[in-house]
């Protein structure tokens, strides 16, 4: 069956635009999430959906970064005013509910800020 | 906050030869997992261990979890080109979905 999938691939900004990147999870996986890798770094949790209950914001490292999921399909992450240090791997998982299940994670995406 | 140091964090080695990395915690693990991660890709999860002692095998692969649950290693036999990627070991917290992930240990395997 598919897996995460996630676009743009590869994503090249200006330093104060504003980004979008989408996350299709696996089908039926309730539970979402978003980690931000940085060069050289382990992953870092930003933001956890699971069914139609508030998100967990509790890893987002600014208001710049917002994230929102439709039901349980489709995920945005948003990065307004985009610095250089916003330059990373963004990666989306999902897993079937949220009580440590295996997390299967998309191909990310690489995200450069000039 | 729990950190995972993992080491070598580079590792450079000619096909055929074995390898050991490490991964050890800050604090007592609640759930260990290993991943792979090739360039391009997301991590893929290997292994996950819960019980202090324990040792599982994956083909080559062999990973161990310390008696204290603070420390583990993976140890590949007889590396071969496919085994070339990033190793991440992560917790997930007790009753949490985050994962703490360490920075990996970046395998390249030479033919």
């Known amino acids: 069956g598919a897996g995460v999938s996630q676009s743009p691939s590869n994503k090249v900004t200006e330093k104060g635009k504003d980004v979008e990147l989408r996350c299709d999870p696996i089908?039926?996986?309730?539970?979402l999430y978003w980690y931000r890798q940085r060069l050289g770094q382990g992953l870092e949790f930003l933001i956890y959906?699971?069914?139609?209950?508030?998100?967990?914001k509790s890893g987002l490292p600014s208001d710049r970064f917002s994230a929102e999921r439709t039901g349980e399909s489709v995920s945005t992450l948003t990065i307004q005013r985009t610095q250089q240090e916003d330059s990373a791997v963004y990666l989306c998982?999902?897993?079937?509910?949220?009580?440590?299940?295996?997390?299967?994670f998309g191909p990310g995406t690489r995200l450069l800020v000039l | 906050t729990q950190l995972l140091e993992q080491s070598p964090q580079f590792l450079s080695i000619q096909e055929g030869e074995n390898l050991t990395v490490y991964c050890n915690s800050s604090?007592?693990?609640?759930?260990l997992q290993w991943y792979r991660q090739e360039p391009g890709e997301g991590p893929v999860l290997l292994v996950t261990?819960?019980?202090?002692?324990e040792v599982k095998k994956l083909k080559r692969l062999t990973f161990q979890f310390g008696d204290a649950r603070k420390d583990s290693s993976l140890h590949i036999t007889a590396a071969q080109p496919g085994d070339t990627g990033l190793y991440l070991c992560?917790?997930?917290?007790?009753?949490?979905?985050?994962?703490?992930f360490g920075k990996g240990t970046k395998l390249s395997v030479i033919p």
């Open positions: 998982a999902s897993s079937l509910d949220g009580s440590k299940e295996t997390q299967y």
């Open positions: 261990v819960v019980t202090g002692g």
């Open positions: 089908s039926g996986h309730t539970a």
């Open positions: 604090s007592v693990f609640s759930s």
């Open positions: 959906f699971q069914g139609n209950s508030a998100p967990d």
């Open positions: 992560a917790d997930s917290g007790a009753g949490s979905y985050q994962l703490t």
